[in-house]
């Protein structure tokens, strides 16, 4: 392998829509990717005997000699050339990597750490020389934008390089070239180094932080791939992203809705059902191409019931309180809050006829609580990969703001950058970030009918319409042409199928339409 470094990694953020918490309980939820992300470099170590990790935005610096890893141990367990992730994290491996950490006393240095060790363990060896690995974030941190799954998916990424397991991407930004399957290696390796720093996860986030875009996601009850609806079309919705800055900690909100679980089963189950029905709702609504008045009205209601619901799990706080109450004062919209909740972000889909004075207002009203307005788009590149960097581990260590660190290196600055995936809509957002897509018959078309597709992590499926099996087959032998250069990956459908679909006026949605629908329909 040609000499690659340093190099960067990056992932992006994202945003619950609709269906945290109830994720967890392989429920359906509704996420995109942000333009806010996180930038791993890799570098040679002074000393290629000496692994070090340094996370500036959480004040850590740590070293590991590469011979003090827990080696044997992985061994052990190892099958293949190529290391595929287990249902559950080793506990013989985690009990190591604790002993490597017994000098960490914060619980934030701690997650991250093991998280990093975990994957360095399963995907370089021995013989890897050890490097320098620094990470700088545009999120903010543990405030429900999905950092925790940023980091694991850049480590997963960086890792699965330096192991040789995958190659570094290679897509430019408008190649038309095939995506690859890397990155549902990382995907899958991410989820690990999620479950070490958030506990149980649904997967969602590092499936954002990876593919990028915009999912219906559902995670499955046991070892089944989860299942992956990349959602290319979303109606013109305006977003309002605000952080409370109340720090708060994933792990604890999803544990404690575990306990409540644990507790009042049958009530919590219930609350859970009725988020799942949001999900479903919300999805039927935004796959729709047009929003009419009705529709942008029923969502409005979700996003309230579903934060009424989140509150009754109890993941809500005061200050989210403060930004719900604000902006149903303010006659704005309806907010709810994304993410693990108990602090961080809240979400306010604005009203069609607000005027932007009065959004105005309402952001300098926030200020004086010290909560923070975002500027982002949604739908964006997921995992990328860059190298014959202008800027060393020193240069990136020493970048200032958020802006700079996007100045130097970003995503959308720097023309270099490669990814594993073509596609990624990007919805433009300034202040308000606009859900927005063009929306053509056959945009439509290749926004909701996804052809399932088996990956060793995750599978994606969806046949939303009711139509014969006929006229799937007739269709799906018509080869690709226009959604290609719309960039699915997909089995491609032309403009015949939307033709088709529009003579017949077989537009059914069929929102509970399930995997198993997907493949009996096609075969
Ligand atoms: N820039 C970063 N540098 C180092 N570690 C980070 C960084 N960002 C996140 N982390 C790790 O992720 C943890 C935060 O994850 P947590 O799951 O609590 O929040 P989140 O992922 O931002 O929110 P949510 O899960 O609700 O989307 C931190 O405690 C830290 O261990
Ligand atoms: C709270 C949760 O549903 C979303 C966190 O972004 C947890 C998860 O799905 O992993």
Redesign the pocket.
Same mark, same amino acid.
């Given at each position: 392998m040609p000499e690659l470094e340093p190099f960067i990694v990056s992932a992006p953020g994202k945003v619950?829509i609709f269906g945290?918490?109830s994720?967890?309980y392989a429920k359906p939820?509704i996420a995109a990717a942000i333009s806010l992300r996180t930038y791993l470099m890799v570098a040679p170590s002074e000393d290629e005997e000496d692994l070090t990790l340094e996370f500036p935005d959480i004040g850590l610096v740590h070293s590991w000699k590469r011979s003090s890893l827990p080696w044997e141990v992985v061994e052990k367990f190892s099958t293949s050339n190529k290391p595929t992730t287990t249902d559950e994290l080793i506990p013989e491996v985690v009990s190591e990597i604790s002993k490597l950490l017994s000098d960490m006393n914060q619980s934030i240095h701690y997650a991250a750490s093991s998280s990093f060790l975990y994957l360095y363990v399963h995907l370089c060896n021995r013989q890897t020389k050890a490097k320098r690995f620094t990470v700088r974030s545009t999120l903010p941190i543990g405030s429900?934008l %999905?950092s925790s799954a940023t980091i694991s998916v850049c480590l997963a990424g960086a890792l699965s390089i330096l192991g040789q397991h995958i190659e570094p991407a290679t897509l430019g930004n408008n190649d038309k070239s095939v995506d690859n399957q890397d990155s549902e290696y990382i995907d899958s390796w991410a989820f690990m180094g999620e479950k070490l720093i958030?506990g149980n996860?649904? %997967?969602?986030?590092n499936a954002v932080a990876t593919h990028g875009g915009a999912v219906m996601f559902q995670r499955t009850q046991s070892s089944v791939p989860s299942v992956r609806t990349t959602m290319r079309n979303f109606p013109k919705l305006k977003l309002l992203l605000t952080d409370t800055k109340q720090p708060r900690r994933?792990s604890d909100?999803?544990g404690n809705v575990s306990r409540l679980n644990s507790e009042y089963p049958k009530i919590i189950s219930s609350i859970l059902n009725a988020l799942e029905d949001i999900a479903r709702e919300g999805y039927s609504i935004m796959i729709k191409p047009n929003l009419d008045e009705r529709a942008r009205k029923r969502l409005s209601e979700l996003f309230e019931i579903n934060h009424g619901l989140l509150v009754a799990l109890g993941v809500s706080h005061p200050v989210l309180e403060k930004v719900r109450i604000l902006t149903d004062e303010f006659k704005i919209g309806k907010t709810k809050l994304t993410?693990?909740g108990g602090g961080g972000c809240a979400i306010t889909l604005i009203d069609d006829d607000v005027a932007e004075s009065k959004i105005k207002e309402l952001i300098a009203k926030y200020d004086e609580f010290g909560f923070e307005t975002f500027e982002t788009s949604l739908g964006g590149k997921g995992v990328g990969y860059l190298n014959d960097l202008k800027i060393d581990s020193e240069g990136f260590l020493s970048l200032e703001s958020k802006e700079d660190i996007e100045n130097a290196i970003g995503v959308d600055n720097v023309n270099e950058w490669k990814f594993c995936k073509r596609g990624g809509m990007t919805m433009i957002g300034v202040a308000l970030m606009t859900l927005e897509a063009a929306v053509s018959p056959t945009a439509y078309i290749a926004a909701v009918l996804e052809v399932p597709t088996s990956s060793p992590f995750s599978s994606k499926t969806e046949i939303p319409f009711l139509i014969s099996s006929d006229l799937i087959a007739k269709t799906l032998t018509i080869p690709a042409l226009t959604t290609a250069a719309n960039g699915t990956n997909l089995p491609k459908i032309n403009f015949e199928l939307a033709e088709i679909f529009f003579n017949l006026g077989t537009i059914e949605f069929k929102p509970n339409a399930t995997p198993q629908d997907a493949v009996t329909a096609i075969v």
């Open positions: 619950i945290e918490h994720a967890v939820a429900g %999905g958030q996860p649904s %997967g969602i986030d994933s909100l999803v993410g693990a």
